[in-house]
Nanobody
Framework: VQLQAFGGGLVQAGGSLRVSCAAS????????MAWHRRAPGKQREMVAV???????DYADSVKGRFAISRDNAKNTVYLQMNSLKPEDTAVYYC?????????WGQGTQVTVSS
């Protein structure tokens, strides 16, 4: 099983960006999917999580600005990021609980300029 993230980049403060992450391989079931991030000099933190049933949860710092969604037919999770701030600059990692195991994507850089 592999997770491949797409869509990072450079955006100005106040702008929007969407990142996606597709799981591939021998997949029987995917439970929770999530996005984490690691900002320079900081520990990795959970940004958003979505269960197989569609329940979502967010870090307080992104509530009202970010939205996580998933397409189960495509084994893909998305993170729509709006009203981006310079402090959102980080490497974003996707996570998925696949076939009872834990898998991480390779990370995609999101840079927000002021």
């Amino acid at each position: 099983v592999q997770l491949q993230a797409f869509g990072g980049g450079l955006v100005q403060a106040g702008g929007s960006l969407r990142v996606s992450c597709a799981a591939s391989g021998r997949i029987f079931s995917i439970n929770a999917m999530a996005w984490h991030r690691r900002a320079p000099g900081k520990q990795r933190e959970m940004v958003a999580v979505i269960t197989s049933g569609g329940r979502t949860d967010y870090a307080d710092s992104v509530k009202g600005r970010f939205a996580i969604s998933r397409d189960n037919a495509k084994n893909t999770v998305y993170l729509q990021m709006n009203s981006l701030k310079p402090e959102d600059t980080a490497v974003y990692y996707c996570y998925a609980a696949v076939n009872g195991g834990n898998y991480w994507g390779q990370g995609t850089q999101v840079t927000v300029s002021s």
